[in-house]
């Protein structure tokens, strides 16, 4: 194999398309004549529907059904998209007669164009009993109010959930003595760090379109991250066999874990499935605001004990995590805000780390960038400056002393060996780049403004150990190109172009003679989805093994048309030769393969990782504050990344600036705002504020390299863990210029305020 693609900065495949328009999207592709569909939404945080009324509604020209709790299957199911068994309960209907939170789903209405659906929807008529509704997460296990009493609530993993407490999961382990230790330390930190739900925000909303073809199938195109659990979760939605139902990816508009819950599909496909009809549904701003999959609000608590010398010694973690109404990507989350913090500090003699999640009624929460480690990282690293503070020692030394290296062992990282770590060299690269040393802490502007500086450490995972599949499917056609079929979903991250550099590299081609295939069930080879950090390290493994089992039948028919031993012969990519002698081009090979053949040239491989080999990276950010008003704004952000080997050095630092924005959006503005009614009042991007280019100041992006043995070309993740180090560096670089720790998100100028005229 040569390395002519794999570490360049090859352009996007689409990337042409997408600057002409010329993309096609899930809107773009349903029929103009599809019925459309819309969900009336509960204005009540909890209740039962005592009455609906629909004649009225139905008889508005154009209405084609309305469909209610009482035409829907009662099977309960998840819409997390997660492997099965999904450890998330199975604890929604896809209409029910009990609603759970403000916008939740009461009726689906579909018909021929938006504006008699939009009539219809105002003449439905619905009687609510109203119950006691809990919108306080802090009071939501063990209370007497019950959010899912039904008896057909199902968990079918053993997460420790329990209905009957409002407990989506709960679970606790410990490594050592922590208290004992705790005890003896001579400097002990304890705080609880809160972080509010935050929305994915990406550009094109939810939406799906389902039609049945004509062999009665269920045909579903939506803008999703995981097709093949989207067949799943409708086949337990709708009651009907897997085989009935075909799902489509086509391009999507962005996802970042908003689409790893399957937030509409249902809602078009029952309609398709009730009237045999094309239907579509495309989600409001708004919509996707009030009744999406946000991030998880938590509470964790951290306590962590050093000795003088700033030697940490143990690391308690507790989480309280909000799971909203449904119980989707609860019981996976909140485990990242312990496994993914608490190693980076592995020298620690001790930790402990334990979890409660709890329904409430406000929307449910989902998957977003970052997956529970944002929340963790920014706890553990605030408790880890603070700690610095204390000891009166500069936090980057402290840092130093007590972060993970290669080779080390890390037990609250399920046993795992940092096998590639460059974690120290990152560290010392931003302190450089950011001149840290000068800048450290403060320095006075002499006009009421100052400047100071933060800093922050994360780490992530590639993919999920012991769980996660990637599969590909290499074929040569004609004239000798290559087809890669693939079930991981591009979003935007550019992973078709990845996933092409290691099979032009795997092939000794060009990347321009590899075409790469969008998702669908009926075809693709399984993927688990694209979450999790898994596709360049998961199926881009299963890209090279079955590059590599490729060559040796390229070699092999070679071999045959030559009249030689297949040991005798080599391939390079494109000719099939013995040194010295005859050979045999690419083209003709696969030329002839169509006629008179037995040996197909096509290769389907699949790969699973034992291990989940974390990447890591360092933020730096320095700020400019009014000390009067407590406004600030970010001057600088430098982040330096170790993903291992970088594929493609444009994508990744692509990557690593939109996540270190939504990053700063989390840390600075963003906040989901409910009012005692249980209703959302940050609905619309004119209340719910994310930052825009001018925002974000400078941001610098550079990489460490290690290499990691178990990956593809010796890489690791990337798409997750670039949004970990904003929270906690900015609330560090506001401390250091107000010696106010904000220990909460987002760290607004009010909030600085008050903590400056309190102190």
């Known amino acids: 194999m040569r390395n002519h693609f794999v570490n360049k900065a090859i352009r996007k495949k689409d990337a042409m398309a997408l600057v002409t328009g010329k993309p096609v999207y899930t809107d773009d592709i349903a029929p103009k004549d599809c019925l459309i569909c819309k969900v009336l939404r509960s204005p009540i945080a909890h209740g039962i529907i005592e009455e609906i009324n629909t004649k009225i509604a139905e008889k508005v020209p154009g209405i084609t059904c309305i469909l209610t709790y009482k035409d829907t299957p009662g099977k309960r199911f998840t819409m997390a998209g997660q492997t099965f068994p999904e450890p998330s309960p199975y604890d929604r209907l896809i209409l029910d007669q009990r609603v759970r939170y403000v916008g939740d789903a009461v009726a ?19 009687k609510y009993q109203k119950l006691p509704a809990i919108l306080d997460f802090r009071k939501s296990k063990d209370n007497e109010i019950l959010i899912h009493p039904e008896e057909n609530w199902k968990s079918l993993c053993p997460v420790g959930a329990d209905n009957r407490r409002n407990l989506c999961a709960s679970a606790s382990e410990t490594h050592g003595d922590v208290e004992g230790i705790l005890a003896e330390c001579d400097y002990v930190v304890e705080h609880t760090y809160h972080t509010k739900a935050n929305q994915q925000a990406m550009m094109e909303t939810f939406r799906t379109y389902s039609y049945m073809d004509a062999f009665g199938r269920l045909n579903v195109v939506s803008s999703t991250q995981i097709p093949f659990h989207v067949r799943r979760i409708l086949s337990n939605a709708l009651d009907i066999p897997k085989s009935r139902i075909r799902v489509v990816k086509p391009r999507i508009g962005g996802g970042f874990g908003a689409k790893q819950t399957v937030v509409t599909e249902v809602y078009p496909a029952l309609v398709t499935m009730k009237t045999g009809k094309p239907a579509k549904i495309v989600y409001t701003r708004e919509e996707s605001q009030i009744a999406s999959s ?42 990242l805000s312990g496994h993914k913090s608490i190693p980076l500090y592995s020298g620690a003699e001790a930790f402990h780390f334990s979890y409660d999640v709890v329904y409430s009624n406000v929307c449910s929460a989902g998957a977003y960038r970052g997956y529970g480690a944002t929340q963790g990282l920014f706890a553990l690293e605030s408790a880890v400056n603070e700690l610095a503070a204390k000891l009166d020692m500069d936090p980057v030394k402290l840092r130093e002393l007590n972060m993970v290296r290669e080779g080390m062992k890390m037990p609250a990282y399920y046993g795992e060996t940092a096998n590639s770590c460059a974690l120290d060299r990152c560290l010392a690269r931003a302190k450089e780049m950011i001149g840290w040393d000068e800048k450290y802490p403060c320095k006075d502007m002499g006009n009421g403004k100052v400047r100071s500086v933060g800093v922050a450490m994360a780490m992530q995972g590639s993919g999920i150990s012991n769980c996660d599949v990637g599969s590909v499917t290499l074929k040569v056609n004609d004239d000798g190109f290559y087809s890669l079929m693939v079930g991981c979903t591009d979003m935007g991250t550019g992973c078709d172009t990845i996933l092409a550099q290691m099979a032009a590299d795997c092939l000794d081609c060009d990347v321009e003679n590899i075409i790469v295939s969008g998702v669908d069930t009926d075809v693709s080879p399984y993927d688990c989805g694209s979450y999790a950090s898994s596709t360049t390290y998961i199926t881009g493994m299963a890209v090279v093994k079955t590059a590599e089992e490729l060559r040796k039948k390229i070699c092999r028919n070679g071999a045959e048309i030559l009249g030689v031993p297949e040991e005798d012969a080599e391939f390079d990519g494109q000719r099939v030769f013995v040194p010295g002698g005859p050979e045999v081009s690419l083209k003709d090979i696969a030329n002839k393969a169509m006629c008179n053949n037995t040996h197909e040239l096509e290769v389907t491989k699949q790969h699973s990782s034992p291990v989940s080999p974390p990447p890591f990276m360092v933020g730096m950010v320095e700020i400019e504050l009014d000390k009067v008003t407590g406004k600030y704004d970010i001057i600088d952000y430098v982040a330096v990344v170790d993903c291992g080997t970088v594929i493609n050095p444009n994508l990744a630092r692509v990557q690593t600036e939109g ?101």
């Open 294 to 335: 946000p991030r998880h609000e938590m509470e964790v608590t951290v306590r962590l004990g050093a000795d003088k010398t700033g030697k940490i010694r143990a690391i308690s973690v507790h989480t309280l995590s909000n799971s909203g109404a449904f119980g989707e990507h609860g019981p996976t989350t909140v485990g």
């Open 108 to 126: 689906i209405v579909a018909g021929e164009d938006e504006k008699a659906v939009n009539k219809a929807m105002k003449l439905i008529k619905v």
């Open 659 to 759: 996540g270190l924005v939504q990053g700063i959006g989390m840390a600075m503005y963003e906040d989901v705002i409910y009012g005692s009614d249980g209703k959302n009042y940050t609905s619309s991007f004119m209340q719910y504020k994310i930052p825009t280019r001018l925002d974000m100041g400078n941001l610098r992006v550079e990489f460490e390299s290690s290499y990691e043995p178990t990956g593809p070309f010796g890489a690791k993740s990337i798409g997750e863990i670039v949004i970990n180090t904003p929270s906690p560096a900015i609330a560090h670089a506001v401390y250091n210029a107000t010696h106010v720790w904000i220990r909460e998100l987002p760290v607004t100028p009010e909030k600085i305020w008050k903590g400056m005229h309190e102190q």
